[in-house]
């Protein structure tokens, strides 16, 4: 009970542990982020109930990577708490955290047959197909000839181009765009994390 108010699902807390006979016990906690803004804030609290369900969904014990994963998260909910664009952010939110877990969806190549399907902007400017094949299961962009052989959906430029973090074709984001990259995301999440993200669903019922 003395650390009630301290501790909850969105608080960053610092924790002082005394070594016990066969486990160590917490005597003291201080708060270093309660992250006030996202509270007072019902569409920003969302996304951040968001972020920390990912985050739990590939987490597991003695990960390697465990310090970038505190820091994506920690930099993640405090950012949130004032951007303009909640939605947008977490797009970019959850490509990090799948770049730093090895599960960054393939855009350049066919995951197939390795054959060329998307150039990006840096690259050049070369004319890009209207429309993508994305497959959840494989991971990433199918090339015209696989399509026929893998179930996929198909997804826009505007929505290829907003989940790697290039400009898009329209000079304004539509909320349907945003919303049909957050969906291939869930997809591709929910084929690779081992606990399943229901907060999607608050995030879409917004």
């Given at each position: 009970d003395k650390f009630r108010g301290k501790v909850d699902k969105l608080s960053c807390?610092?924790?002082?542990?005394?070594?016990?006979?066969?486990?160590?016990?917490?005597n003291d906690c201080s708060q270093v982020n309660g992250f006030p803004l996202l509270r007072s804030d019902l569409f920003k609290l969302t996304y951040g109930i968001l972020f920390l369900e990912i985050i739990s969904g590939f987490a597991h014990e003695q990960d390697t990577e465990s310090s970038f994963i505190y820091e994506l998260l920690y930099q993640g909910l405090d950012h949130l708490q004032t951007v303009s664009d909640p939605s947008l952010f977490s797009i970019n939110f959850i490509m990090e955290n799948l770049t730093i877990h090895g599960y960054k969806p393939q855009f350049d190549s066919c995951v197939m047959c390795s054959s060329e399907v998307h150039v990006s902007e840096g690259l050049g400017h070369v004319p890009q197909p209207a429309e993508y094949a994305f497959s959840s299961a494989l991971g990433g962009l199918l090339c015209e000839a696989c399509s026929s052989l893998a179930e996929h959906k198909t997804i826009d430029l505007n929505v290829l181009n907003i989940i790697q973090g290039e400009k898009i074709l329209d000079e304004k984001i539509s909320n349907e765009t945003i919303r049909s990259s957050l969906k291939i995301l869930k997809d591709h999440i929910t084929a690779r994390s081992h606990a399943e993200i229901k907060s999607f669903d608050l995030v879409f019922s917004l």
């Open positions: 807390a610092f924790f002082q542990f005394a070594k016990g006979k066969n486990l160590d016990i917490v």
